[in-house]
Protein backbone atom coordinates (compact mmCIF):
# COMPACT_ATOMS: atom_id res chain seq x y z
CA UNK A 1 0.00 0.00 0.00
CA UNK A 2 1.21 3.64 -0.41
CA UNK A 3 -0.12 6.66 1.30
CA UNK A 4 -1.01 9.43 -0.48
CA UNK A 5 -1.23 12.92 0.83
CA UNK A 6 -3.93 15.10 -0.42
CA UNK A 7 -3.60 19.16 -0.40
CA UNK A 8 -5.93 19.85 1.99
CA UNK A 9 -3.14 17.44 4.47
CA UNK A 10 -5.95 14.61 4.53
CA UNK A 11 -3.88 11.06 3.75
CA UNK A 12 -5.28 7.93 2.32
CA UNK A 13 -4.18 4.66 1.40
CA UNK A 14 -4.07 3.06 -1.86
CA UNK A 15 -2.42 -0.17 -3.36
CA UNK A 16 0.38 0.39 -5.20
CA UNK A 17 0.03 1.32 -8.76
CA UNK A 18 -3.47 3.23 -8.19
CA UNK A 19 -3.05 6.21 -10.86
CA UNK A 20 -4.51 9.71 -9.92
CA UNK A 21 -7.86 9.43 -11.82
CA UNK A 22 -8.43 6.40 -9.67
CA UNK A 23 -7.82 8.48 -6.39
CA UNK A 24 -10.09 11.03 -7.65
CA UNK A 25 -12.82 8.24 -8.71
CA UNK A 26 -12.51 7.04 -4.92
CA UNK A 27 -13.16 10.89 -3.61
CA UNK A 28 -16.07 11.62 -5.79
CA UNK A 29 -17.44 10.80 -9.36
CA UNK A 30 -17.77 14.84 -9.65
CA UNK A 31 -13.96 15.10 -9.28
CA UNK A 32 -13.07 12.43 -11.45
CA UNK A 33 -15.25 13.63 -14.17
CA UNK A 34 -13.64 17.03 -14.16
CA UNK A 35 -9.83 16.36 -13.08
CA UNK A 36 -7.80 17.12 -16.25
CA UNK A 37 -4.39 16.62 -14.66
CA UNK A 38 -2.04 15.66 -11.44
CA UNK A 39 0.97 16.61 -10.12
CA UNK A 40 2.64 14.53 -7.62
CA UNK A 41 5.26 15.45 -5.48
CA UNK A 42 5.28 18.51 -6.82
CA UNK A 43 6.17 16.84 -10.63
CA UNK A 44 3.69 16.96 -13.36
CA UNK A 45 2.43 13.48 -14.19
CA UNK A 46 -0.40 11.98 -16.00
CA UNK A 47 -3.41 10.92 -14.31
CA UNK A 48 -2.70 7.45 -15.67
CA UNK A 49 0.39 7.47 -14.40
CA UNK A 50 0.68 4.95 -11.71
CA UNK A 51 1.94 5.55 -8.59
CA UNK A 52 4.56 3.32 -6.57
CA UNK A 53 5.00 5.46 -3.74
CA UNK A 54 4.32 7.56 -0.71
CA UNK A 55 3.85 11.69 -1.25
CA UNK A 56 1.53 14.29 -2.17
CA UNK A 57 -0.89 14.51 -4.76
CA UNK A 58 -2.64 17.46 -6.23
CA UNK A 59 -5.81 17.19 -8.69
CA UNK A 60 -6.32 20.24 -11.22
CA UNK A 61 -9.74 21.04 -12.90
CA UNK A 62 -10.79 23.42 -15.36
CA UNK A 63 -10.76 26.10 -12.39
CA UNK A 64 -7.26 25.62 -11.85
CA UNK A 65 -3.73 26.82 -14.21
CA UNK A 66 -2.78 23.39 -14.23
CA UNK A 67 -5.68 22.09 -15.72
CA UNK A 68 -6.34 24.64 -18.17
CA UNK A 69 -2.32 24.22 -19.19
CA UNK A 70 -3.04 20.68 -19.63
CA UNK A 71 -6.32 21.51 -21.85
CA UNK A 72 -4.67 23.26 -24.03
CA UNK A 73 -1.07 21.42 -24.32
CA UNK A 74 -2.90 18.26 -25.50
CA UNK A 75 -5.18 20.53 -27.57
CA UNK A 76 -2.15 21.51 -29.41
CA UNK A 77 -1.35 17.79 -29.85
CA UNK A 78 -4.74 17.56 -31.59
CA UNK A 79 -4.54 20.55 -33.70
CA UNK A 80 -0.64 19.11 -35.04
CA UNK A 81 -2.65 15.78 -35.48
CA UNK A 82 -5.58 17.67 -37.78
CA UNK A 83 -2.85 19.60 -39.52
CA UNK A 84 -1.25 15.96 -40.42
CA UNK A 85 -4.12 14.60 -41.69
CA UNK A 86 -5.22 18.04 -43.71
CA UNK A 87 -1.78 19.12 -44.96
CA UNK A 88 0.22 16.07 -45.84
CA UNK A 89 3.95 16.48 -46.07
CA UNK A 90 4.16 19.12 -43.69
CA UNK A 91 6.82 19.26 -40.80
CA UNK A 92 5.68 20.45 -36.98
CA UNK A 93 8.03 21.71 -34.93
CA UNK A 94 6.63 23.15 -31.58
CA UNK A 95 3.75 23.95 -30.07
CA UNK A 96 3.05 25.11 -26.50
CA UNK A 97 0.18 26.21 -24.50
CA UNK A 98 -0.08 29.63 -23.69
CA UNK A 99 -2.13 32.20 -21.32
CA UNK A 100 -4.96 32.00 -23.68
CA UNK A 101 -5.12 28.92 -25.43
CA UNK A 102 -2.10 27.21 -27.22
CA UNK A 103 0.10 27.22 -30.67
CA UNK A 104 1.55 25.44 -32.67
CA UNK A 105 4.52 26.27 -34.90
CA UNK A 106 4.56 24.62 -38.41
CA UNK A 107 6.48 24.43 -41.73
CA UNK A 108 4.16 23.97 -44.53
CA UNK A 109 6.29 23.66 -47.03
CA UNK A 110 3.91 23.63 -50.81
CA UNK A 111 1.02 23.97 -48.22
CA UNK A 112 -0.57 27.22 -46.95
CA UNK A 113 -3.47 28.65 -44.89
CA UNK A 114 -5.81 30.94 -43.98
CA UNK A 115 -8.73 32.24 -42.22
CA UNK A 116 -11.30 30.61 -44.85
CA UNK A 117 -9.59 26.99 -43.56
CA UNK A 118 -10.22 27.77 -39.83
CA UNK A 119 -13.42 25.63 -39.93
CA UNK A 120 -11.70 23.08 -41.86
CA UNK A 121 -9.19 22.59 -39.27
CA UNK A 122 -11.66 23.10 -36.32
CA UNK A 123 -13.59 20.25 -37.81
CA UNK A 124 -11.32 17.90 -37.69
CA UNK A 125 -9.74 18.44 -34.44
CA UNK A 126 -13.34 18.02 -32.50
CA UNK A 127 -13.60 14.89 -35.24
CA UNK A 128 -10.51 13.68 -33.77
CA UNK A 129 -11.50 14.52 -30.44
CA UNK A 130 -14.66 12.64 -30.10
CA UNK A 131 -12.85 9.40 -30.89
CA UNK A 132 -12.23 10.20 -27.31
CA UNK A 133 -8.68 8.71 -27.26
CA UNK A 134 -5.97 8.34 -24.77
CA UNK A 135 -2.80 9.96 -24.28
CA UNK A 136 -0.11 7.78 -23.52
CA UNK A 137 3.08 8.57 -22.87
CA UNK A 138 6.45 6.62 -23.65
CA UNK A 139 10.07 6.90 -23.54
CA UNK A 140 12.01 6.48 -26.20
CA UNK A 141 15.59 5.99 -27.00
CA UNK A 142 17.40 9.39 -28.87
CA UNK A 143 18.42 6.79 -32.24
CA UNK A 144 14.46 5.59 -32.39
CA UNK A 145 13.79 9.31 -31.80
CA UNK A 146 15.90 10.72 -34.75
CA UNK A 147 14.57 7.47 -36.69
CA UNK A 148 11.23 8.74 -36.03
CA UNK A 149 11.63 12.20 -37.43
CA UNK A 150 14.42 11.14 -39.68
CA UNK A 151 12.52 13.92 -42.52
CA UNK A 152 11.59 16.77 -39.91
CA UNK A 153 14.80 18.65 -39.51
CA UNK A 154 13.30 20.68 -36.71
CA UNK A 155 12.34 18.16 -34.65
CA UNK A 156 15.74 16.33 -35.56
CA UNK A 157 17.38 19.44 -34.20
CA UNK A 158 15.22 19.61 -30.87
CA UNK A 159 16.32 15.72 -29.97
CA UNK A 160 19.75 16.47 -30.86
CA UNK A 161 19.84 18.58 -28.21
CA UNK A 162 18.33 16.27 -25.44
CA UNK A 163 20.15 13.79 -23.19
CA UNK A 164 19.62 10.39 -24.26
CA UNK A 165 17.53 8.32 -21.63
CA UNK A 166 15.29 11.49 -20.97
CA UNK A 167 13.64 11.56 -24.51
CA UNK A 168 9.68 10.58 -24.25
CA UNK A 169 6.77 10.95 -26.44
CA UNK A 170 3.36 10.87 -26.20
CA UNK A 171 0.81 8.88 -28.43
CA UNK A 172 -3.02 9.28 -28.89
CA UNK A 173 -5.10 7.85 -31.83
CA UNK A 174 -2.73 7.55 -34.56
CA UNK A 175 -0.50 10.53 -33.88
CA UNK A 176 3.30 10.59 -32.02
CA UNK A 177 4.83 13.83 -30.80
CA UNK A 178 8.20 14.69 -28.58
CA UNK A 179 6.63 15.52 -25.79
CA UNK A 180 7.30 15.70 -22.25
CA UNK A 181 3.79 15.16 -20.68
CA UNK A 182 0.99 16.92 -18.79
CA UNK A 183 -1.88 15.70 -20.79
CA UNK A 184 -5.61 15.27 -20.12
CA UNK A 185 -6.87 11.80 -19.24
CA UNK A 186 -8.42 11.57 -23.09
CA UNK A 187 -9.34 13.53 -25.77
CA UNK A 188 -13.04 13.53 -25.18
CA UNK A 189 -13.37 15.88 -22.88
CA UNK A 190 -12.12 18.96 -25.33
CA UNK A 191 -15.63 20.10 -26.76
CA UNK A 192 -14.81 23.25 -27.96
CA UNK A 193 -12.31 24.32 -30.49
CA UNK A 194 -11.82 27.67 -31.93
CA UNK A 195 -8.39 28.60 -34.17
CA UNK A 196 -8.05 32.06 -33.77
CA UNK A 197 -5.04 33.47 -36.20
CA UNK A 198 -2.46 32.35 -38.27
CA UNK A 199 1.29 34.56 -37.90
CA UNK A 200 4.80 34.12 -39.02
CA UNK A 201 7.42 32.92 -36.47
CA UNK A 202 11.28 32.30 -37.23
CA UNK A 203 11.94 29.00 -35.78
CA UNK A 204 13.34 29.54 -32.35
CA UNK A 205 12.10 32.91 -32.91
CA UNK A 206 15.53 33.66 -34.94
CA UNK A 207 14.95 36.01 -37.55
CA UNK A 208 17.86 34.43 -39.15
CA UNK A 209 16.53 31.57 -39.49
CA UNK A 210 13.41 30.19 -41.41
CA UNK A 211 9.49 31.54 -40.80
CA UNK A 212 7.24 29.04 -40.03
CA UNK A 213 3.70 29.51 -39.51
CA UNK A 214 2.14 29.77 -36.10
CA UNK A 215 -1.70 28.67 -35.73
CA UNK A 216 -3.07 29.99 -32.71
CA UNK A 217 -5.95 27.92 -31.47
CA UNK A 218 -8.22 28.20 -28.08
CA UNK A 219 -10.29 24.97 -26.52
CA UNK A 220 -12.60 24.45 -24.30
CA UNK A 221 -14.32 21.89 -21.95
CA UNK A 222 -17.96 23.43 -22.89
CA UNK A 223 -19.30 25.32 -26.03
CA UNK A 224 -20.60 27.91 -23.65
CA UNK A 225 -17.23 29.08 -22.42
CA UNK A 226 -16.04 29.47 -26.28
CA UNK A 227 -18.75 31.30 -27.13
CA UNK A 228 -18.11 33.96 -23.63
CA UNK A 229 -14.64 33.92 -24.73
CA UNK A 230 -14.97 34.94 -28.28
CA UNK A 231 -17.55 37.82 -26.79
CA UNK A 232 -15.24 38.85 -24.79
CA UNK A 233 -12.65 39.35 -27.45
CA UNK A 234 -14.93 41.02 -29.92
CA UNK A 235 -15.15 43.52 -26.82
CA UNK A 236 -11.99 43.90 -26.18
CA UNK A 237 -11.15 44.01 -30.08
CA UNK A 238 -14.04 47.29 -29.77
CA UNK A 239 -11.69 49.19 -26.83
CA UNK A 240 -7.81 47.72 -28.19
CA UNK A 241 -5.77 51.47 -27.71
CA UNK A 242 -4.35 50.89 -31.08
CA UNK A 243 -7.78 51.45 -32.86
CA UNK A 244 -9.66 53.97 -30.27
CA UNK A 245 -6.48 55.94 -30.48
CA UNK A 246 -6.23 56.34 -34.17
CA UNK A 247 -10.10 57.38 -34.21
CA UNK A 248 -9.65 59.16 -31.25
CA UNK A 249 -6.40 61.33 -32.73
CA UNK A 250 -4.44 60.70 -29.79
CA UNK A 251 -1.07 59.12 -31.52
CA UNK A 252 0.25 57.24 -34.59
CA UNK A 253 3.26 55.84 -35.40
CA UNK A 254 5.41 56.04 -38.17
CA UNK A 255 8.25 53.85 -40.28
CA UNK A 256 9.67 56.59 -41.23
CA UNK A 257 10.05 57.83 -37.58
CA UNK A 258 10.79 54.60 -36.29
CA UNK A 259 9.39 50.76 -34.97
CA UNK A 260 7.75 51.41 -31.53
CA UNK A 261 7.83 55.36 -31.46
CA UNK A 262 5.14 57.29 -30.96
CA UNK A 263 3.86 60.21 -32.31
CA UNK A 264 1.49 62.07 -30.07
CA UNK A 265 -0.98 63.86 -32.24
CA UNK A 266 -2.19 67.00 -31.07
CA UNK A 267 -5.66 66.15 -29.08
CA UNK A 268 -3.11 63.18 -27.24
CA UNK A 269 0.00 65.62 -26.73
CA UNK A 270 -3.20 67.81 -24.95
CA UNK A 271 -4.80 64.72 -22.81
CA UNK A 272 -0.72 63.87 -21.92
CA UNK A 273 -0.34 67.56 -20.54
CA UNK A 274 -3.03 67.64 -18.65
CA UNK A 275 -2.34 64.15 -17.09
CA UNK A 276 0.74 65.85 -16.19
CA UNK A 277 0.08 68.72 -14.84
CA UNK A 278 -2.74 66.68 -12.36
CA UNK A 279 0.00 65.19 -10.94
CA UNK A 280 2.41 68.01 -11.12
CA UNK A 281 -0.17 70.27 -9.06
CA UNK A 282 -0.55 66.55 -6.20
CA UNK A 283 3.76 66.81 -6.53
CA UNK A 284 3.81 69.92 -5.63
CA UNK A 285 1.45 69.83 -2.96
CA UNK A 286 3.63 66.34 -1.58
CA UNK A 287 7.24 68.66 -1.67
CA UNK A 288 8.26 67.40 -4.79
CA UNK A 289 10.95 69.59 -6.79
CA UNK A 290 10.62 69.36 -10.40
CA UNK A 291 14.06 68.72 -12.39
CA UNK A 292 15.07 68.02 -15.81
CA UNK A 293 17.68 66.20 -17.12
CA UNK A 294 19.06 65.29 -21.12
CA UNK A 295 17.79 62.06 -22.85
CA UNK A 296 21.50 60.87 -23.07
CA UNK A 297 24.58 60.31 -20.52
CA UNK A 298 27.97 59.33 -20.98
CA UNK A 299 28.30 55.21 -20.81
CA UNK A 300 30.41 55.60 -17.72
CA UNK A 301 27.16 56.66 -15.97
CA UNK A 302 25.18 53.52 -16.58
CA UNK A 303 28.34 51.46 -15.92
CA UNK A 304 28.32 53.24 -12.87
CA UNK A 305 24.46 52.47 -12.11
CA UNK A 306 24.68 48.86 -13.11
CA UNK A 307 21.97 49.20 -15.75
CA UNK A 308 25.22 49.03 -18.55
CA UNK A 309 25.95 45.61 -17.62
CA UNK A 310 22.26 44.75 -17.25
CA UNK A 311 20.59 45.91 -20.27
CA UNK A 312 23.67 47.19 -22.36
CA UNK A 313 23.86 44.07 -24.88
CA UNK A 314 20.25 43.95 -25.65
CA UNK A 315 19.57 47.67 -25.85
CA UNK A 316 20.63 51.06 -28.11
CA UNK A 317 24.24 50.96 -28.50
CA UNK A 318 26.49 53.32 -27.38
CA UNK A 319 26.40 56.66 -29.72
CA UNK A 320 29.63 57.52 -30.70
CA UNK A 321 31.41 61.13 -31.40
CA UNK A 322 34.12 62.83 -33.01
CA UNK A 323 36.07 62.52 -30.01
CA UNK A 324 38.15 59.03 -29.66
CA UNK A 325 36.41 56.92 -27.34
CA UNK A 326 34.08 59.38 -26.02
CA UNK A 327 30.90 57.66 -26.22
CA UNK A 328 26.89 58.50 -25.09
CA UNK A 329 23.78 55.99 -24.38
CA UNK A 330 20.27 56.87 -24.59
CA UNK A 331 19.36 56.97 -21.34
CA UNK A 332 17.29 53.84 -19.96
CA UNK A 333 16.23 55.03 -16.78
CA UNK A 334 16.33 58.47 -15.35
CA UNK A 335 17.54 57.42 -11.91
CA UNK A 336 21.08 57.95 -12.11
CA UNK A 337 20.78 61.24 -13.50
CA UNK A 338 18.76 61.86 -10.51
CA UNK A 339 22.08 60.54 -8.06
CA UNK A 340 23.57 62.99 -9.83
CA UNK A 341 21.25 65.74 -8.79
CA UNK A 342 21.18 64.93 -5.40
CA UNK A 343 25.42 64.70 -5.02
CA UNK A 344 25.55 68.51 -6.90
CA UNK A 345 24.30 69.71 -3.07
CA UNK A 346 25.68 69.01 0.67
CA UNK A 347 23.08 67.65 2.69
CA UNK A 348 22.31 67.26 6.58
CA UNK A 349 19.11 65.28 7.77
CA UNK A 350 17.57 68.03 7.95
CA UNK A 351 17.17 68.31 4.42
CA UNK A 352 16.11 65.42 3.71
CA UNK A 353 13.59 64.29 1.94
CA UNK A 354 14.57 65.46 -1.44
CA UNK A 355 12.30 64.51 -3.63
CA UNK A 356 13.15 65.08 -7.58
CA UNK A 357 10.53 64.40 -10.03
CA UNK A 358 10.42 64.66 -13.57
CA UNK A 359 8.41 63.35 -16.89
CA UNK A 360 11.48 61.93 -18.10
CA UNK A 361 11.92 60.19 -21.41
CA UNK A 362 13.79 57.11 -21.57
CA UNK A 363 15.01 54.65 -24.59
CA UNK A 364 14.27 51.16 -24.35
CA UNK A 365 15.14 48.70 -27.23
CA UNK A 366 12.31 46.29 -27.26
CA UNK A 367 12.43 43.29 -29.42
CA UNK A 368 10.39 44.08 -32.78
CA UNK A 369 8.13 41.26 -32.02
CA UNK A 370 7.56 42.53 -28.60
CA UNK A 371 6.65 45.93 -29.70
CA UNK A 372 2.98 46.62 -28.91
CA UNK A 373 1.12 49.89 -29.63
CA UNK A 374 1.25 52.09 -26.57
CA UNK A 375 1.98 49.07 -24.04
CA UNK A 376 5.24 47.76 -25.41
CA UNK A 377 7.64 51.06 -27.15
CA UNK A 378 10.78 52.04 -27.71
CA UNK A 379 11.17 55.20 -26.24
CA UNK A 380 8.78 56.37 -23.62
CA UNK A 381 8.09 58.94 -20.65
CA UNK A 382 8.07 58.13 -17.02
CA UNK A 383 6.45 60.00 -14.19
CA UNK A 384 9.46 59.30 -12.69
CA UNK A 385 10.68 60.76 -9.01
CA UNK A 386 13.29 59.58 -6.63
CA UNK A 387 13.08 59.90 -3.29
CA UNK A 388 16.26 60.56 -1.06
CA UNK A 389 15.82 60.21 2.54
CA UNK A 390 17.12 58.78 5.92
CA UNK A 391 16.17 55.03 7.11
CA UNK A 392 13.99 56.60 9.95
CA UNK A 393 11.90 58.43 7.11
CA UNK A 394 11.43 55.77 4.81
CA UNK A 395 8.04 54.32 6.59
CA UNK A 396 6.73 57.81 6.42
CA UNK A 397 7.52 58.33 2.74
CA UNK A 398 6.40 54.79 1.56
CA UNK A 399 3.22 55.96 2.62
CA UNK A 400 2.98 59.04 1.25
CA UNK A 401 4.13 57.46 -1.90
CA UNK A 402 0.87 55.23 -1.38
CA UNK A 403 -1.60 57.87 -0.86
CA UNK A 404 -0.60 60.18 -4.12
CA UNK A 405 -0.75 56.88 -6.34
CA UNK A 406 -4.33 56.37 -4.57
CA UNK A 407 -5.20 59.57 -5.05
CA UNK A 408 -4.18 59.68 -9.03
CA UNK A 409 -6.28 56.15 -9.21
CA UNK A 410 -8.97 57.63 -7.65
CA UNK A 411 -9.35 61.03 -10.00
CA UNK A 412 -8.62 58.52 -12.87
CA UNK A 413 -11.71 55.88 -12.10
CA UNK A 414 -9.49 53.20 -10.86
CA UNK A 415 -11.29 51.43 -8.31
CA UNK A 416 -10.85 47.62 -9.30
CA UNK A 417 -6.72 47.34 -8.44
CA UNK A 418 -4.77 44.69 -6.31
CA UNK A 419 -1.17 45.36 -4.90
CA UNK A 420 1.46 43.05 -4.65
CA UNK A 421 4.47 43.52 -1.98
CA UNK A 422 7.94 41.93 -3.60
CA UNK A 423 10.17 40.85 -0.80
CA UNK A 424 13.14 38.24 -0.85
CA UNK A 425 13.56 35.37 -1.46
CA UNK A 426 14.37 34.17 1.87
CA UNK A 427 15.98 30.57 0.91
CA UNK A 428 18.74 32.84 -1.60
CA UNK A 429 20.02 35.68 0.53
CA UNK A 430 22.85 36.10 -1.69
CA UNK A 431 21.13 37.62 -4.41
CA UNK A 432 20.46 40.88 -2.69
CA UNK A 433 22.60 43.22 -1.91
CA UNK A 434 22.85 45.47 1.27
CA UNK A 435 22.81 44.56 4.60
CA UNK A 436 19.68 42.40 6.42
CA UNK A 437 19.20 45.01 8.89
CA UNK A 438 17.92 47.72 5.91
CA UNK A 439 15.87 44.93 4.18
CA UNK A 440 14.25 43.67 6.73
CA UNK A 441 13.42 47.54 7.59
CA UNK A 442 12.82 48.17 4.06
CA UNK A 443 10.17 45.19 3.74
CA UNK A 444 8.48 45.67 7.52
CA UNK A 445 8.36 49.51 6.17
CA UNK A 446 6.48 48.47 2.78
CA UNK A 447 3.89 45.97 4.60
CA UNK A 448 2.96 48.54 7.51
CA UNK A 449 2.33 50.98 4.72
CA UNK A 450 -0.24 48.87 2.67
CA UNK A 451 -1.91 47.44 6.21
CA UNK A 452 -1.77 51.15 7.11
CA UNK A 453 -3.46 52.25 3.84
CA UNK A 454 -6.35 49.20 3.57
CA UNK A 455 -4.24 47.98 0.69
CA UNK A 456 -5.79 44.61 -0.58
CA UNK A 457 -2.00 43.01 -1.13
CA UNK A 458 -0.30 40.06 -1.22
CA UNK A 459 3.30 39.45 0.00
CA UNK A 460 5.92 37.84 -2.92
CA UNK A 461 8.56 36.13 -1.55
CA UNK A 462 11.07 36.42 -4.40
CA UNK A 463 10.30 38.93 -6.48
CA UNK A 464 12.13 42.19 -4.76
CA UNK A 465 14.21 43.51 -7.36
CA UNK A 466 18.10 43.08 -6.27
CA UNK A 467 18.35 46.30 -4.89
CA UNK A 468 15.52 46.40 -2.80
CA UNK A 469 11.37 45.41 -2.12
CA UNK A 470 9.08 46.95 -4.15
CA UNK A 471 5.02 47.60 -4.43
CA UNK A 472 3.50 47.55 -7.37
CA UNK A 473 -0.25 47.99 -8.59
CA UNK A 474 -2.27 46.32 -10.53
CA UNK A 475 -5.51 47.00 -12.06
CA UNK A 476 -7.89 44.96 -13.65
CA UNK A 477 -9.95 46.26 -16.58
CA UNK A 478 -13.83 45.63 -17.43
CA UNK A 479 -12.74 42.64 -18.69
CA UNK A 480 -10.51 41.43 -15.71
CA UNK A 481 -7.28 41.56 -17.70
CA UNK A 482 -4.49 42.51 -15.09
CA UNK A 483 -2.06 45.76 -15.91
CA UNK A 484 0.80 46.72 -13.81
CA UNK A 485 0.82 50.32 -13.31
CA UNK A 486 2.20 51.94 -10.58
CA UNK A 487 5.41 50.52 -9.16
CA UNK A 488 7.35 52.43 -5.56
CA UNK A 489 10.83 50.68 -4.95
CA UNK A 490 13.28 50.90 -1.97
CA UNK A 491 16.88 50.85 -3.09
CA UNK A 492 19.81 50.67 -1.42
CA UNK A 493 22.05 49.78 -4.10
CA UNK A 494 21.80 53.25 -5.91
CA UNK A 495 23.22 55.25 -2.86
CA UNK A 496 25.87 52.88 -2.55
CA UNK A 497 26.93 52.97 -6.67
CA UNK A 498 27.07 56.88 -6.19
CA UNK A 499 28.40 57.50 -2.89
CA UNK A 500 25.71 59.42 -1.90
CA UNK A 501 25.56 61.12 2.04
CA UNK A 502 24.00 62.84 4.42
CA UNK A 503 25.38 64.53 7.47
CA UNK A 504 23.64 63.17 10.38
CA UNK A 505 22.26 64.04 13.77
CA UNK A 506 25.45 62.67 15.23
CA UNK A 507 27.65 65.02 12.82
CA UNK A 508 28.63 61.36 10.95
CA UNK A 509 28.04 60.87 7.52
CA UNK A 510 25.15 58.06 6.37
CA UNK A 511 24.16 57.11 3.31
CA UNK A 512 20.90 57.94 2.26
CA UNK A 513 17.74 55.33 1.28
CA UNK A 514 16.30 56.07 -2.41
CA UNK A 515 12.74 55.39 -3.23
CA UNK A 516 11.77 55.20 -7.20
CA UNK A 517 8.43 55.80 -7.74
CA UNK A 518 6.02 56.35 -10.59
CA UNK A 519 1.99 56.39 -9.91
CA UNK A 520 1.38 56.04 -13.88
CA UNK A 521 3.93 53.74 -14.43
CA UNK A 522 4.85 55.99 -18.16
CA UNK A 523 2.57 58.06 -19.88
CA UNK A 524 2.49 55.87 -23.00
CA UNK A 525 1.36 52.82 -21.04
CA UNK A 526 -0.89 54.67 -18.77
CA UNK A 527 -2.58 56.06 -21.48
CA UNK A 528 -2.96 52.90 -23.36
CA UNK A 529 -4.53 51.27 -20.21
CA UNK A 530 -6.70 54.55 -19.53
CA UNK A 531 -7.95 54.04 -23.18
CA UNK A 532 -8.78 50.13 -22.71
CA UNK A 533 -10.18 50.65 -19.68
CA UNK A 534 -12.67 53.68 -20.24
CA UNK A 535 -13.56 52.68 -23.69
CA UNK A 536 -12.31 56.14 -24.50
CA UNK A 537 -14.77 57.54 -22.36
CA UNK A 538 -12.41 59.29 -20.28
CA UNK A 539 -13.18 61.64 -16.99
CA UNK A 540 -14.48 64.45 -17.81
CA UNK A 541 -11.67 66.72 -16.27
CA UNK A 542 -9.36 65.00 -18.50
CA UNK A 543 -11.34 64.44 -22.35
CA UNK A 544 -10.00 66.57 -24.88
CA UNK A 545 -13.62 67.59 -25.94
CA UNK A 546 -15.94 68.39 -23.48
CA UNK A 547 -18.64 69.98 -25.05
CA UNK A 548 -20.21 69.51 -28.59
CA UNK A 549 -22.60 72.36 -29.72
CA UNK A 550 -24.76 71.00 -32.26
CA UNK A 551 -26.82 74.16 -34.49
CA UNK A 552 -29.60 72.79 -35.89
CA UNK A 553 -29.13 74.58 -38.90
CA UNK A 554 -27.20 77.77 -39.73
CA UNK A 555 -29.80 80.70 -38.95
CA UNK A 556 -28.85 79.86 -35.04
CA UNK A 557 -24.59 80.06 -36.00
CA UNK A 558 -24.48 83.52 -34.21
CA UNK A 559 -26.46 81.98 -31.25
CA UNK A 560 -24.26 79.15 -30.90
CA UNK A 561 -20.71 81.16 -31.22
CA UNK A 562 -22.04 82.90 -28.22
CA UNK A 563 -22.91 79.61 -26.25
CA UNK A 564 -19.41 78.04 -27.25
CA UNK A 565 -17.98 81.68 -25.92
CA UNK A 566 -19.50 81.68 -22.57
CA UNK A 567 -17.84 77.85 -22.42
CA UNK A 568 -14.80 78.56 -23.50
CA UNK A 569 -14.53 81.90 -20.77
CA UNK A 570 -15.21 78.77 -18.32
CA UNK A 571 -12.56 77.35 -19.13
CA UNK A 572 -14.68 74.33 -20.67
CA UNK A 573 -13.11 72.42 -23.99
CA UNK A 574 -16.21 72.92 -26.51
CA UNK A 575 -16.42 72.51 -30.35
CA UNK A 576 -19.26 73.52 -32.43
CA UNK A 577 -20.54 71.46 -35.04
CA UNK A 578 -22.59 74.23 -37.92
CA UNK A 579 -21.97 71.82 -40.83
CA UNK A 580 -25.32 71.66 -42.98
CA UNK A 581 -25.86 67.75 -41.66
CA UNK A 582 -29.05 66.52 -40.07
CA UNK A 583 -29.23 66.48 -35.99
CA UNK A 584 -29.19 62.43 -36.47
CA UNK A 585 -26.21 62.79 -37.75
CA UNK A 586 -24.31 65.21 -35.67
CA UNK A 587 -25.43 63.42 -32.67
CA UNK A 588 -24.30 60.20 -33.84
CA UNK A 589 -20.85 61.39 -34.68
CA UNK A 590 -20.59 63.22 -31.45
CA UNK A 591 -21.45 59.61 -29.76
CA UNK A 592 -19.14 58.23 -31.78
CA UNK A 593 -16.02 60.51 -30.28
CA UNK A 594 -17.70 59.74 -27.11
CA UNK A 595 -17.89 63.45 -25.99
CA UNK A 596 -19.93 63.60 -23.34
CA UNK A 597 -21.84 66.80 -23.64
CA UNK A 598 -23.96 67.72 -26.26
CA UNK A 599 -25.80 71.30 -26.26
CA UNK A 600 -28.33 71.66 -29.23
CA UNK A 601 -28.96 75.29 -29.95
CA UNK A 602 -32.23 76.24 -31.98
CA UNK A 603 -35.00 78.76 -32.36
CA UNK A 604 -36.75 77.66 -28.78
CA UNK A 605 -33.87 78.00 -27.30
CA UNK A 606 -32.34 80.75 -28.97
CA UNK A 607 -35.76 82.82 -28.19
CA UNK A 608 -35.71 81.97 -24.60
CA UNK A 609 -32.01 82.53 -24.38
CA UNK A 610 -31.25 78.32 -22.88
CA UNK A 611 -29.32 75.63 -24.09
CA UNK A 612 -30.58 71.84 -24.54
CA UNK A 613 -28.72 69.70 -23.16
CA UNK A 614 -27.77 65.63 -23.98
CA UNK A 615 -25.24 63.42 -22.01
CA UNK A 616 -23.37 60.58 -24.13
CA UNK A 617 -25.16 57.48 -23.82
CA UNK A 618 -28.66 59.69 -24.40
CA UNK A 619 -29.76 60.98 -21.63
CA UNK A 620 -31.46 64.20 -21.61
CA UNK A 621 -31.12 67.16 -19.47
CA UNK A 622 -33.56 69.36 -20.80
CA UNK A 623 -33.22 72.77 -21.57
CA UNK A 624 -31.66 74.95 -18.87
CA UNK A 625 -29.50 78.22 -18.90
CA UNK A 626 -25.31 78.02 -19.89
CA UNK A 627 -24.65 79.14 -16.71
CA UNK A 628 -26.16 76.07 -15.14
CA UNK A 629 -24.70 73.89 -17.47
CA UNK A 630 -20.84 75.60 -16.56
CA UNK A 631 -21.90 74.63 -13.01
CA UNK A 632 -23.01 70.56 -13.89
CA UNK A 633 -19.42 70.07 -15.12
CA UNK A 634 -17.57 72.37 -12.64
CA UNK A 635 -19.25 70.08 -9.79
CA UNK A 636 -18.59 66.83 -12.36
CA UNK A 637 -14.52 67.45 -12.58
CA UNK A 638 -14.82 68.76 -8.59
CA UNK A 639 -16.14 65.28 -8.12
CA UNK A 640 -14.10 63.18 -9.40
CA UNK A 641 -10.85 65.72 -9.29
CA UNK A 642 -10.31 65.99 -5.57
CA UNK A 643 -7.60 68.49 -3.91
CA UNK A 644 -4.62 66.21 -3.22
ZN1 LIG B 1 2.16 16.46 -24.77
ZN1 LIG C 1 14.49 55.11 -10.67
Known amino acids: MIVITLPDGSKREYPQGTTPFEVAQSISEGLARNVLSASFNNTTVETTTPLTEDGSLTLFTWNDEEGKKAFWHSSAHVLAQALEELYPGINLTIG ?107 WRGDEKNKQLTRVYGISFPKQKELTEYLEML ?42 ENFLKKAQKKAGYEMVVTPHIGQKELYVTSGHYAKYGADSFQPIHTPKEDEEFLLKPMNCPHHCEIYNAGQWSYKDLPKRFAEFGTVYRYEQSGELHGLTRVRGFTQDDAHIFCT ?61 DKGLDFVIEPGEAAFYGPKLDFMVKDV ?36 IHRAPFGSMERFVAILIEHTAGNFPLWLIPTQVMILSISEKYEKYAEKVLNLLENNEIRALLDNRNETMGKKIREAEMKKIPYMVIVGENEEREGMISVRQHGGKDLGMIRAEEFTQIIENEINRTLKQF
Open 391 to 451: PEQLDTEFKNVIDLVLYVFGALGFENFVTQVSVRDPETPEKYIGDTKHWEMAEQAIINAAK
Open 234 to 275: EEAKKRDHRKLGKELELFTFSQKVGQGLPLWLPKGAALRERL
Open 96 to 202: PAIENGFYYDVDFGEHSISEKDFKTIEDKMLEIARGKHDFKMRAASKADALKLYEDNPYKTELIENLEDGTITFCDHSTFTDLCRGGHLPNTSVIKAVKILSVAGAY
Open 479 to 514: LGRSWQLGTIQVDYQLPQRFDLWYKGSDNESHRPVM
